[in-house]
C-alpha cells in the first residue's frame, strides 16, 4: 500500500471514528461516564496529543526547509539573472488569482444570498464571540520585510525568512569561489533536510487520523445544518475556483492540459485537507510540484515556499462570503465601493498572512473593520470555519502549482514528458524509500 492510499485510509478512517465519537456524545447513548472517557482520554487527549505532534514535527521542518531551498534556489537562479523577471511573474500570478478568487466568492454570495434568515443561535454564537484586534493593513505590508533574520526564523515569518533568504541566495551568486563552496553547502544541506522530512512523512498516516478523528468529534454534522446554506456557497467558490479558474489560466498562459496537473496533484491535495496548513504541506507540494509535474527545482523553490505564504485564494473566497453573510445578518449595506474594498482588502492582507491553520478569521476581521462590519460576525461563521478551512488549504496548494508550472513553462524549466508521464512513480521526497504517494 502507497503512501497516499494509507494517507486517505487515514482521512476515513478518522472521519468515521469523529462522528461516531461525536453521535456518541450528542446522544447520551451509554451514558455520562463512557462520553467522558471518550472526550477526556480520546478526543482531548490521546487524538489531540497526537495530532498536535505531528502539525509540530512538520513545522519543525519547515523553516528549514523554506530557507535551505530557497537559497539553494536564488543561487542558481541570480547566475542567470533571472530572479527579478522571476519574482514579477510569481506574484503578479498570486495576487491576480487571489483577486478572482475573492470576486467569484462575492458573486455567488450576492446571488444565493446566504445571511438571509440565519436562525437565533446563530445570533447567540456571535454574541459570545471575542474577537481579536487586527493589525493595520500598512503594519502588515511593512512587516514583510525583516530587521532580525534569526527572529523571523524563531517566530516563524515566512515572508521575512524568504525576504532573506533570496538575498543571501543573490549574495552568494556574486561571490565567486567563496560563494560557490557555500551554495554547495547548501545543496548537500538541503538533501539531508529533504531525507529529514522523508522520514516524518511514514507517519502521515496516524497523523491525519488524530487530527480529523478530532475535529469531527468536536464538530459532527449538527453544526453544517444550522449553517448549512453558507457552508455550501463557501464550498461551492472553492471548488468553482480549484477546477475552473486554474484550468483556465494554466490552459491560457502555459498550454498544458489542467487535467494531469489535478491528478497528480489529488495526493497532496488530500494531504494539504488533513493538515489544515499550507506551510506544513510545503515539503509535500515541492516534491510533487517536481517529481510530478516536472518543474525545475530552481523555480520550484522559489514558487511554492512563496505561495504558502501569499497565495490565499482558499482564504480570500472564506472572506468575500464570510463579509456578504455577515452584512446580510445584521442588515448592513456596504454598497459598491465596499466590495471593491473587500477585494483590495483581501489581496492585500493575503500577502502578509501564515500559512497556518485559522489564520482566515484573523484577515477575515482586518475585512470586515475596512468597511464597518462588526467583528462579532465572525462568531457566527466560526463552527463550520474548521472543515471550511481543510478544503481551501487544498485549493491553496493547488494554486501554488498551478503558479509553478506557468512559471516554469515561460522560463523554459518545466520538464513537459514528466508533466505528461502517464505511468509516473511514486514521488520520492529524497532519492531514497520515502515517498510523497503512488500512482
Known amino acids: 500500500m502507497g503512501l497516499t492510499t494509507k494517507i486517505l485510509v487515514g482521512m476515513l478512517a478518522g472521519i468515521a471514528v469523529g462522528c461516531l465519537f461525536n453521535f456518541l456524545n450528542m446522544s447520551q447513548l451509554f451514558g455520562a461516564g463512557v462520553n467522558n472517557f471518550i472526550n477526556l482520554y480520546l478526543t482531548e487527549g490521546l487524538f489531540d496529543i497526537i495530532g498536535r505532534i505531528f ?15 530557497l537559497i539553494s534556489g536564488a543561487c542558481a537562479l541570480s547566475e542567470g539573472s533571472r530572479i527579478g523577471p522571476l519574482a514579477g511573474k510569481t506574484i503578479l500570478l498570486y ?11 462575492l458573486c455567488l454570495a450576492l446571488i444565493f444570498q446566504p445571511g438571509v434568515g440565519v436562525n437565533e443561535a446563530a445570533a447567540a454564537a456571535a454574541s459570545a464571540f471575542e474577537p481579536k484586534e487586527s493589525p493595520p493593513l500598512s503594519e502588515v505590508l511593512v512587516n514583510i520585510f525583516p530587521t532580525n533574520p534569526v527572529a523571523a526564523m524563531v517566530e516563524g515569518n515566512m515572508l521575512q525568512i524568504i525576504v532573506f533568504a533570496l538575498l543571501m541566495g543573490y549574495a552568494i551568486s556574486r561571490c565567486g569561489e567563496p560563494g560557490q563552496r557555500i551554495a554547495a553547502f547548501f545543496n548537500d544541506l538541503n538533501t539531508v533536510v529533504l531525507r529529514m522530512v522523508g522520514v516524518l512523512m511514514v507517519f ?8 480529523l478523528a478530532k475535529t469531527f468529534a468536536d464538530l459532527g454534522l449538527a453544526g453544517l445544518v444550522q449553517l448549512g446554506k453558507y ?4 464550498l461551492c467558490a472553492l471548488l468553482l475556483h480549484a477546477l475552473g479558474t486554474y484550468s483556465v489560466i494554466l490552459k491560457l498562459l502555459s498550454g498544458l492540459n489542467p487535467l494531469e496537473l489535478l491528478k497528480k496533484m489529488r495526493p497532496t491535495m488530500i494531504f494539504a485537507f488533513s ?3 499550507s506551510a506544513a504541506t510545503i515539503p509535500v507540494t515541492l516534491a510533487t510540484v517536481e517529481k510530478r509535474l516536472g518543474v525545475d527545482n530552481k523555480i520550484a523553490a522559489f514558487t511554492v515556499p512563496l505561495g504558502a505564504t501569499i497565495n490565499m485564494d482558499g482564504t480570500a473566497i472564506m472572506q468575500g462570503v464570510a463579509t456578504v453573510f455577515i452584512a446580510q445578518f445584521f442588515g448592513i449595506e456596504i454598497g459598491l465601493t465596499g466590495f471593491l474594498t473587500v477585494i483590495l482588502t483581501a489581496t ?3 500577502i502578509g498572512t501564515a500559512g497556518v491553520p485559522g489564520v482566515g478569521l484573523i484577515m477575515l476581521g482586518m475585512v470586515l473593520q475596512q468597511v464597518g462590519l462588526p467583528l462579532e460576525g465572525i462568531g457566527i461563521v466560526i463552527g463550520v470555519d474548521r472543515l471550511l478551512d481543510m478544503v ?19 522560463e523554459g524549466a518545466l520538464d513537459e514528458e514528466t508533466y505528461y508521464d502517464a505511468n509516473y512513480k511514486s514521488v520520492s521526497i529524497n ?9
Open 431 to 439: 532519492d531514497n524509500t520515502n515517498t510523497v504517494g503512488a500512482h
Open 275 to 277: 493538515t489544515a496548513s
Open 55 to 69: 502539525i509540530a514535527s512538520l513545522k519543525l521542518m519547515v523553516v528549514p526547509l523554506v530557507l535551505v531551498s
Open 231 to 234: 457552508f455550501l456557497v463557501v
Open 392 to 410: 481551501r488549504t487544498a485549493v491553496n496548494i493547488t494554486g501554488d502549482a498551478v503558479v509553478s508550472s506557468v512559471v516554469a513553462k515561460s
Open 95 to 105: 495576487m491576480v488569482t487571489t483577486a478572482i478568487a475573492i470576486t467569484l466568492a
Open 204 to 211: 502521515a498516516p496516524y497523523g491525519v487520523f488524530a487530527l
Open 348 to 350: 492585500l492582507a493575503s
